[in-house]
């Protein structure tokens, strides 16, 4: 076995010290308890409280686990959650757009659709919630694929089928699109997954800037794609309603 | 905020809601510019009291406004007119002369003045003041709850008498403070409010004197009664200074009017705290005899007032914030959704949440929650999923009921409020009722309706007809069920609401 990073270990015991119930300790007591040079032990305890894992009481001087270690383990948005958040948003993203939106989640190798809002035509439509939609070719999927390194992974080591002429499915020109994302802020998808369909999507991150999701609008390809440019006024409607749900989403619990 | 449709002018809506108090700014097309909101203190001194305190309120109304206004990052010159919607029957007295709250304000769900009813009844019973009122004699609606303040806050009475004291839902209070309090603000309700007190003649508009007299509540206590939709007064202070308030709705009659069900047989649900179920029935009240409430839906300025069915749940979005709250199964609302589809069937428990007896179809105030079928089988998702049919199956219950009153048969549900974002319930809804499940692209019809309202007062709109187009589809579920698990299902559900029944002793109401 190879050998083990000293003073990781070191803070890890650290952590697990500070963790033993309701307690703040001096950094002697600290030191003492793992038979640690006062000078070691106040370097490594100065680096986990950069990173926010402990926190020092600015009356007694004393050290207690930081809420960074807190959020580790909460950090996990519910896609319900972000459903409810983004509900009157993205109606209203209708409703502009003129289009039906989508609110897709990275889940497995895919899109997961958690949520749906109709175009506002009096068509019929059926709800889509639950279905599954690939991430190289779709406008959301892109997005998922540029922001969120999970999706990165699947998207560049699955395979890429060729859905229409147009779907891109060569690795380089995949990364270039994804960098074009990530220099634009968001994604297109123009008969690349569909015939005749073009859709248009963006991030939302929450309140640590990490990407959990993507939305966007569908729709028929002349609408939203007339004479091959994509309509300007839709890609800004897309991001207004990406950074809309993404600000609601740092103001806290509901 | 999200483009460039924010060119004025707009219409400012207040929710005075049971949880919290917002405020959303709409403009012309009904779309939404900005929203603020803030949650105030659910307090609970014994089991089955809810109160709320009014200064809290009155101070996050104002708020809100200041929020939503900054955010949408207008000026009162830009705002029309100011709508008000509010919690219904919530029940609160103050001093006119200091404007100071003389008790907390008594929340619809408390369930305090059930004996009272009982003793209010006679030997009648429940339907007492039923042809006058609509309504039938329970601890939900204002008129006992004004008694119980007159008989148990010292000197009340007395004072009240001399005319000192002013009783108001909660429309009268934010209306009164909003122009001006104790220097000079209006003193009104309107007659969808006025319709929830049990005092208010349906067929005249009017304080029922008899009924008054039989309550023993003094006349000088009561505001003026007003149509839902005419301009009361004016703000007098804060960042909508000037603008003039327009409307007036009790929160689930603004959803009927958000929703655009302005034409007989046109009915809405809205799934919030509780869930309310309201069904047009035109300029005639139609007397229920299925367990349902006559009341008014609205009355737009001189217009001859429009009346609805109602079928009133009284837990339905509480009993996710109970799970919440209390039980600490899940960390927020929508996550009952993640719990409950970790399973693929309630497991055989059913959730009745009776926390203030059974209002519609029952109206059983000697009833308190269950949940049966209970084997060591069941786990907590079961019990979420329980949790959620329960909203299902109690308004398939209230649907059933509509249907033998008013002899419309349901094609489609139209849905809004909060637990509407809830994919798995609205599938489930779609299941139990065996119809489609639709929600309008503005979930938040409350404030849209108390919006419509001003707005139509004061020219912003012209017609209930130019509202109307303003209705689209977001969504639609469709029944995926059989009809023999339907069936099976609900007779289970009928046989866990039985088990409720009785739990209070009837003569004393003792817990
Ligand atoms: N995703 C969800 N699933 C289930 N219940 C939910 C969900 N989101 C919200 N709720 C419930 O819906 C209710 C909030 O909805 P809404 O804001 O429409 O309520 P409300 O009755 O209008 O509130 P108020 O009484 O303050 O006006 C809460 O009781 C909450 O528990
Ligand atoms: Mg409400």
């Known amino acids: 076995m190879a050998r083990n990073i000293q003073s990781l270990e070191r803070a890890a015991a650290m952590l697990r010290l500070l963790a033993g119930g309701e307690r703040r300790l001096g950094l002697s007591d600290v030191a003492t308890a793992l038979g640690l040079a006062k000078g070691t032990a106040h370097g490594i305890l100065r680096t986990l409280q950069h990173e926010g894992f402990v926190e020092q009481d600015p009356a007694s001087g004393r050290y207690q686990l930081g809420a960074e270690l807190l959020r580790l383990g909460n950090s996990f948005l519910d896609v319900h959650e972000l459903r409810a958040r983004a509900l009157v948003w993205t109606d209203d993203l209708a409703r502009s757009s003129g289009e039906s939106v989508y609110l897709g989640v990275l889940h497995q190798q895919g899109v997961l659709i958690v949520h749906h809002v109709f175009r506002p035509d009096d068509s019929r439509q059926v709800l889509e919630v639950g279905a599954m939609q690939p991430l190289h070719s779709t406008a959301l999927g892109k997005v998922l694929s540029a922001y969120d390194p999970v999706a990165h992974t699947e998207a560049v080591e699955g395979e890429r089928e060729a859905f229409t002429a147009r779907t891109l499915t060569s690795e380089a020109d995949f990364e270039g699109v994804l960098d074009l994302t990530r220099a634009r802020g968001w994604a297109a998808d123009v008969e690349e997954t569909w015939e005749g369909l073009a859709s248009i999507a963006a991030p939302i991150h929450d309140r640590r800037r990490m990407p959990v999701g993507a939305v966007g609008v569908a729709g028929a390809v002349e609408r939203v794609c007339p004479d091959g440019e994509l309509k300007p006024e839709l890609v800004a409607a897309v991001r207004d309603c990406a950074r809309a749900v993404s600000r609601d989403l740092g103001a806290g619990r509901f | ?298 009355q737009i300025g001189d217009q001859k007032p429009v009346y609805a069915l109602e079928g009133s749940i009284a837990v339905t979005g509480s009993l996710v914030q109970w799970m919440r709250d209390q039980m600490g199964m899940i960390k927020t609302a929508a996550e009952i959704e993640t719990l409950a589809s970790s399973v693929d069937d309630n497991g055989g428990a059913y959730f009745v949440p009776a926390f203030s007896g059974l209002f519609a179809p029952y109206w059983r105030s000697d009833a308190r929650g269950v949940i049966a079928g209970l084997t060591r089988y069941v786990t907590k998702a079961h019990i979420a999923r329980a949790v959620l049919e329960a909203t299902a199956w109690q308004t398939r219950e209230i649907t059933d009921a509509m249907t033998k009153d008013s002899g419309v048969e349901l094609t489609a549900l139209k849905v809004d409020g909060g637990m509407t974002s809830n994919n798995l319930l609205m599938q489930t809804l779609s299941d139990f009722l065996d119809a489609p499940v639709v929600r309008p692209m503005v979930a938040e019809t409350t404030c849209l309706g108390a919006a419509y309202a001003a707005g139509l007062a004061v020219g912003f709109w012209s017609s209930t007809d130019e509202l109307r187009a303003n209705w689209r589809r977001a969504a639609e579920w469709t029944p995926r069920m059989d009809a023999d698990v339907r069936d099976r299902e609900y007779k289970n559900w009928l046989k866990a609401v039985e088990r409720s029944m009785g739990w209070l002793d009837e003569n004393t109401g003792e817990e």
């Open chain 2, 1 to 298: 905020m999200t483009d460039a449709h924010t060119t004025g002018p707009f219409i400012a809506a207040i929710d005075q809601g049971t949880t919290s108090s917002r405020c959303i700014v709409f403009d012309k097309d009904g779309r939404i510019v900005s929203v603020d909101q803030k949650e105030h203190e659910q307090i609970f001194p014994k089991p089955g009291w809810v109160e709320h305190d009014a200064t809290e309120i009155w101070e996050n109304v104002q708020e809100v406004v200041a929020g939503a206004v900054v955010k949408a990052g207008i000026s009162a010159a830009d705002v029309k007119a100011i709508g008000i919607t509010n919690q219904r029957e919530t029940t609160m007295m103050w001093d006119r002369t200091t404007g100071e709250p003389v008790h907390n304000a008594i929340v619809w769900q408390d369930t305090r003045t059930d004996a009272l009813c009982r003793e209010l009844g006679r030997n009648v019973g429940q339907d007492r003041f039923r042809r006058e009122t609509g309504l039938p004699l329970a601890s939900y609606f204002a008129g006992p709850k004004i008694r119980w303040l007159l008989d148990n806050v010292e000197g009340l009475r007395e004072r009240a008498e001399s005319g000192d004291i002013l009783f108001g839902t909660m429309d009268s209070w934010v209306i009164w403070n909003l122009t001006g309090g104790v220097n000079g603000g209006v003193h009104v309700t309107d007659v969808t409010n006025a319709s929830r007190t049990l005092l208010m003649n349906l067929h005249r508009m009017a304080w029922d004197e008899k009924i008054l007299s039989s309550m023993d509540i003094p006349a000088a206590v009561l505001p003026e009664i007003k149509s839902s939709a005419e301009v009361y007064g004016k703000a007098a202070s804060g960042v909508l200074k000037g603008v003039p308030v327009a409307s007036a709705l009790g929160d689930q009659q603004a959803a009927l009017f958000g929703q655009t069900c302005f034409s007989e047989g046109e009915a809405k649900s809205t799934y919030g705290t509780g869930t309310f179920m309201l069904m047009n029935t035109g300029e005639e009240p139609v007397n229920s005899y299925n367990g349902l409430l006559t009341t008014v839906g609205y």
